[in-house]
């Protein structure tokens, strides 16, 4: 059911934005993901050079890890790939694995360097049963000299690059015209013994189970997933000194918070949201996966027939076909900077996309853009859960999508807006209370439930946080500006 949407303007970092650097690129189309659920990850123990050179200095520790993202260069967390050059890794499995007990596997990266229209970098795998190297992949999915992450699946079966000794890969041009950079290069194993499975296709989850209409329970004793959250702070701009300090320095459980400091490329870094974790908080990042603003980094990397117009009471907002492939790339880019930065989970906003749009935008009608929006929170979380098992999926608003196939499977918890106030003005619609029994209905199952509502008198915040905890949801009451970290007395922690 729709709802007002809280979301911030930020007209003047988009004019900052706009001021300096040049346009990115267009979106090449990404290679299918593998999806595997608790891989072993090899690293790369020999790195040989056949032909060209790398980095003076740089060797296999710069390939174990994903570190940067952005524009980030720090020399000795990746290693530069010169031009014209083959270079092969090679991976030992650990004991106990063989190609038999091997059910999948598939290839960590992250890539900066040129576009494949610009110079073509090739991945390879070594065959032991044709004696051959094998393609698995190239730079399709980079963008031009920003890190890139994907993983490139090993083609079935995967025994025949395991079978003879170490897995190895190559990774190579033989063109002169660019070097490029590698800050993860590694294998991920998908073992037999208790896995999940083959991957399946993200579009289409197994159901978890439709569950029982709870109706307007009250229960607060249903066990949630994530313990020891009572309480929540959302923030999405103004940062005080354009820091974590004040957050850290609060009380509060958990904090939903921007990807970055700026709205635009300015990244939290690995160590802040490490220090505020330290406290014992835990930190959501928000970002959209039905809409895209003009300031963000990815605007011009969103073909024009991918917008499908402006957002209601926000111009400098598009709507987007979110079911195109050719938007993965651009929420996968954010999955892997919210991973990279060491955040517990995401914080999914435009999810009303599917019911603001016209019905017939994708040549359907509502009901199959609702089964649209639900897979694509699948592959989200398929995607995500598959880097960092914990790692936590929390979609924002829409809360009747608990009638859909795979929704439930797919997250962590729900945020609310507007579920009592609405800017000093009582949720009565009738959306209001389908929506507050639908999320009702999302805590009964055992998900965490935060409200955001949004009111400044004292009795409206009362009201709000009341009749929240009764519900056994958790909740936070600010501006609907979301620029601040507020700390209602007498109801948030002090």
């Known amino acids: 059911m729709r709802v007002v949407l809280a979301r911030v303007s930020w007209v003047l970092f988009a004019v900052l934005a706009a001021c300096g650097g040049t346009s990115p690129p267009e979106v090449i189309g990404a290679q299918q993901d593998a999806v595997l659920v608790n891989p072993q990850t090899l690293k790369c123990s020999t790195l040989q050079v056949e032909r060209g050179s790398i980095g003076a200095g740089q060797g296999v520790a710069g390939l174990a890890t994903q570190t940067l993202s952005g524009t980030q260069d720090r020399w000795a967390e990746y290693v530069e790939f010169s031009p014209n050059t083959s270079a092969t890794c090679s991976y030992t499995l650990p004991a106990g694995v063989t190609a038999e007990t091997v059910a999948a596997a598939e290839l960590g990266i992250n890539y900066r360097g040129p576009l494949k229209s610009e110079m073509r970098w090739v991945f390879e795998a070594w065959d032991y049963a044709a004696g051959a190297w094998v393609v698995v992949g190239d730079n399709t999915f980079a963008l031009s000299w920003k890190w890139t992450a994907t993983s490139l699946a090993l083609p079935s079966p995967v025994g025949r690059f395991l079978s003879g000794g170490p897995v190895k890969l190559r990774y190579r041009t033989d063109s002169s015209a660019d070097a490029s950079l590698l800050d993860l290069w590694v294998v991920r ?9 083959t991957p399946v296709d993200a579009g ?3 159901d978890a189970g439709t569950p029982a209409d709870a109706g307007t329970s009250t229960d607060a004793g249903t066990p949630v997933p994530w313990e020891g959250v009572s309480s929540f702070t959302y923030q999405l ?4 000194n354009d820091t974590l300090d004040q957050i850290a320095g609060s009380k509060f459980d958990l904090a939903i918070t921007e990807l970055s400091r700026d709205g ?3 990244y939290w870094r690995a160590d802040e949201i490490a220090a505020v974790k330290a406290t014992g908080k835990q930190m959501l990042a928000y970002f959209e996966i039905g809409a895209i603003e003009e300031y963000r980094p990815e605007w011009s990397q969103v073909p024009a027939d991918l917008k499908l117009g402006p957002v209601d009471g926000w111009p400098d907002e ?6 195109d492939e050719r938007w993965w790339p651009i929420v996968q880019g954010r999955i892997d900077r919210a991973l990279a930065a060491g955040f517990n989970g995401c914080y999914l906003d435009m999810v009303v996309t599917y019911e603001e749009i016209p019905a017939n935008a994708a040549g359907t009608n509502r009901d199959d853009l609702a089964k649209k929006m639900v897979a694509l929170i699948a592959r989200i979380s398929q995607y995500a859960k598959a880097r960092n098992p914990d790692f ?3 979609p924002q608003n829409s809360p009747e999508l608990i009638d859909y196939t795979g929704y439930l499977a797919a997250i962590d918890g729900l945020g609310m807006e507007d579920l009592y106030w609405s800017d000093d003005v009582a949720c009565s619609q009738a959306w209001c209370a389908e929506n507050r029994a639908n999320a009702a209905r999302v805590r009964a199952a055992g998900k965490l439930v935060l409200t955001t509502d949004y009111a400044v008198q004292a009795a409206h915040v009362a ?6 905890r009764a519900a056994g949801f958790v909740p936070y009451v600010s501006v609907r500006a979301l620029d601040r970290m507020t700390v209602n007395a007498g109801w948030d922690p002090q």
């Open 392 to 394: 936590k999926v929390m």
């Open 189 to 197: 194993v998908q073992l037999a013994s208790g896995d999940a499975g």
């Open 318 to 323: 598009q709507y987007v076909k979110y079911w």
């Open 237 to 240: 701009t103004n940062y005080a």
């Open 264 to 266: 635009n490329s300015d």
């Open 204 to 206: 289409t989850p197994v």
């Open 463 to 468: 009201d709000a946080y009341t009749r929240s």
